[in-house]
């Protein structure tokens, strides 16, 4: 053997017994960041909202992180202006599956990446549906719909456009988001004042891993369970699937996905993809080899990190 092919055959050896690349995960947040704390609110609802005779506080363990929210009774918005605005806003929608809102890597940290591009960001703090709430499966869309609402009615005190705003949504958030992007015109909520009269669409959705089926083996089984319950029947399975709702009314949607996810498989947008497709909606979809769940807006040095820049130039696109 020539010294090339030795080489080539150690190079071949090496490889075959080299393990996964180890990406570079920071510690994530544990507590609140001063950029959330700081942040000017807009409470979603004039007073109670739907369904609070169930409500009931839960106790939350010493050492949960306080980053992960828990017990919401008043939903709302914490809005990250920035310097240059664009005139589009953007409604992110953290993750948790369904039993917490993650508003560190999946609520900061979107809002100043978008921030720094010129939009306007209003994060979404909503209700569990496993918190008591009356109509669990509706509740977090009731507060999706009213965001989209208020957010609307306020766009000329923002100076956004009201027809350019779009949804971003993380994990469970990017099923809320998904299911926003599809079900807008769902009656979940009677209305409470003029912002109600407004729609509900999105310009857009943005989803970031999202659980989109809650249909089985490809769901995620506490988002599911803590949306629909126990037993949910298959029509309930169904109508919070959002890759079987999706119609000519349905938004455009950009999706990004690591395929070696193991908490939310690459299914879920890979068959939101083809139903889009199938539509002739307007679909963009990045697969990443890796990433893992959960990764927020990527981490440094990898692939990973550069979905932020492209979702907002598909924005800039749409727009």
Same mark, same amino acid.
């Given at each position: 053997?020539?010294?090339?092919?030795?080489?080539?055959?150690?190079?071949?050896?090496?490889?075959?017994?080299?393990? +996964?690349?180890?990406?570079? *995960?920071?510690?994530?947040?544990? $507590?609140?960041?001063?950029?959330?704390?700081?942040?000017?609110?807009?409470?979603?609802?004039?007073?109670?909202? +739907?369904?609070?005779?169930?409500?009931?506080? @839960?106790?939350?363990?010493? #050492?949960?992180?306080?980053?992960?929210?828990?017990?919401?009774?008043?939903?709302?918005?914490?809005?990250?202006?920035?310097?240059?605005?664009?005139?589009?806003?953007?409604?992110?929608?953290?993750?948790?599956?369904?039993?917490?809102?993650?508003?560190?890597?999946?609520?900061?940290?979107?809002?100043?990446?978008?921030? %720094?591009?010129? &939009?306007?960001?209003?994060?979404? $703090?909503?209700?569990?549906?496993?918190?008591?709430?009356?109509?669990?499966?509706?509740? +977090?869309?009731?507060?999706?719909?009213?965001?989209?609402?208020?957010?609307?009615?306020?766009?000329?005190?923002? @100076?956004?456009?009201?027809?350019?705003?779009?949804?971003?949504?993380?994990?469970?958030?990017?099923?809320?988001?998904?299911?926003?992007?599809?079900?807008?015109?769902?009656?979940?909520?009677?209305?409470?004042?003029?912002?109600?009269?407004?729609?509900?669409?999105?310009?857009?959705?943005?989803?970031?891993?999202?659980?989109?089926?809650?249909?089985?083996?490809?769901?995620?089984? !506490?988002?599911? @369970?803590?949306?629909?319950? #126990?037993?949910? $029947?298959? %029509?309930?399975?169904? *109508?919070?699937? %959002?890759?079987?709702?999706?119609?000519?009314?349905?938004?455009?949607?950009?999706?990004?996905?690591?395929?070696?996810? @193991? %908490?939310?498989?690459?299914?879920?947008? !890979?068959?939101?993809?083809?139903?889009?497709?199938?539509?002739?909606?307007?679909?963009?979809?990045?697969?990443?080899?890796?990433?893992?769940?959960? &990764?927020?807006?990527?981490?440094?040095?990898?692939?990973?990190?550069?979905?932020?820049?492209?979702?907002?130039?598909?924005?800039?696109?749409?727009?």
């Amino acid at each position: 053997m020539t010294g090339g092919g030795a080489l080539l055959l150690a190079q071949a050896s090496a490889e075959e017994h080299r393990g +996964p690349v180890e990406l570079p *995960h920071p510690a994530p947040a544990r $507590t609140l960041p001063s950029a959330w704390t700081t942040a000017s609110r807009i409470e979603l609802w004039p007073g109670e909202p +739907p369904g609070r005779a169930g409500f009931a506080a @839960k106790p939350v363990p010493a #050492d949960a992180p306080a980053v992960f929210l828990r017990n919401v009774a008043r939903p709302d918005l914490h809005v990250f202006l920035p310097t240059q605005p664009n005139g589009h806003a953007v409604l992110v929608v953290p993750g948790g599956s369904y039993f917490f809102v993650s508003v560190a890597n999946e609520g900061v940290d979107p809002a100043l990446r978008l921030t %720094a591009r010129g &939009f306007t960001v209003f994060v979404l $703090t909503y209700r569990l549906p496993g918190e008591g709430w009356e109509r669990r499966s509706d509740v +977090p869309l009731q507060d999706a719909q009213r965001a989209m609402r208020v957010i609307r009615s306020q766009a000329s005190h923002f @100076k956004i456009d009201p027809e350019r705003v779009s949804v971003l949504g993380f994990s469970a958030g990017g099923h809320l988001a998904a299911t926003l992007a599809t079900r807008h015109m769902e009656q979940t909520y009677a209305g409470v004042d003029g912002a109600d009269q407004l729609g509900a669409r999105p310009f857009a959705a943005g989803l970031a891993y999202p659980v989109v089926t809650m249909r089985s083996p490809w769901t995620h089984e !506490l988002s599911r @369970k803590d949306l629909l319950g #126990d037993a949910p $029947t298959d %029509a309930q399975i169904e *109508h919070r699937s %959002a890759e079987l709702q999706v119609s000519d009314a349905t938004s455009p949607v950009f999706t990004v996905h690591a395929m070696d996810d @193991k %908490a939310v498989p690459v299914e879920n947008s !890979l068959r939101l993809m083809d139903a889009m497709r199938q539509a002739r909606r307007p679909v963009e979809a990045h697969l990443l080899q890796e990433g893992g769940h959960a &990764f927020g807006v990527g981490y440094p040095n990898t692939s990973s990190a550069l979905w932020p820049e492209s979702f907002c130039a598909w924005l800039e696109r749409l727009g």
